[in-house]
């Protein structure tokens, strides 16, 4: 591939990472793995349930997509490291998406609480994938501790508002010296191109995929966009002006 | 002896080891892991931890998640 996705010297085969949660079905998250192509998928960790059938881990080992586990739910560090720690036991990596978010209202990334258990993770030899806000100051930050990746909001968990703060989202992209992914906010196709355009180098979503009407179909559409948004950001795109310019040659006009 | 496993009581044999114990909540060793009294218990000290009367166990697993 001419074009590699890399993240802590692993290679993805997609820049499109999906969240399982949301979707009514395992069916469905079937569907939709095939239809994305995604090379990796997030999980969250929860207690055992004995009336819990069938399992997510399959479903992701059948179609041969890396697990990504998350700290959802963890309101400080010390929880957040903790689960991060079950969560490598449990599924034998060190890779985590990192959450750790203030309340249960916005959702909203704690920075505080992030930055110190992204510190401590990294400490304890995690490959760190933080949600975060869109801050530029609280990327880089992040990327001092030693995380892996930066993975700003484009706006809160769930609300398929895209990409509200799109300024921010290209300066944490000009600063950056790991991969930045857009997680969370996402709605539909043209805001994951978005995304890309702007820079971002992969996006992760879920609700948008999950809870879509149709979604292998709306999956599909999520990895066309960001397969498109990639191509334009790597073509360069035409600055914008405020006044028109001919793409027509304005010499040789017949008179007539 | 009675433990606590994922808030709720249990009774299991004197001497029983964490591993025993996963694979009788979660059915495999695979995809899970444990936690006791607050602490994450490393999946290579599994057999050899035993367990004590009233200890708190957390015994977590893979879901679909965002």
Redo the contacts between chains.
Sequence with gaps: MDDPFVIAGVELGSRLILGTGGAPSLQVVDETLAASGTAMCTVAMRRVDAGTSGSILEVLDRHGVRVLPNTAGCRTAREAVRTAQLAREALETDWVKLEVVADERTLLPDPVELLDAAAELVGLGFTVLPYTNDDPVLARRLQQVGCAAVMPLGSPIGTGLGIRNPDNIELIVSEARVPVILDAGIGTASDAALALELGCDGVLLASAVTRAQHPARMAEAMAAAVHAGRLARRAGRIPRRHHAQASSPTEGMAVL | MTVDV??SPRNVPPGCTLDALIAA??GSL??????VD?E????GEWEHFPLADGQQV?????????
């Design positions: 994922n808030g909540v979660a695979r995809g899970s892991a444990a936690a607050g994450v218990v490393p999946r957390e015994i977590i697993t893979a879901v679909q998640g965002g």
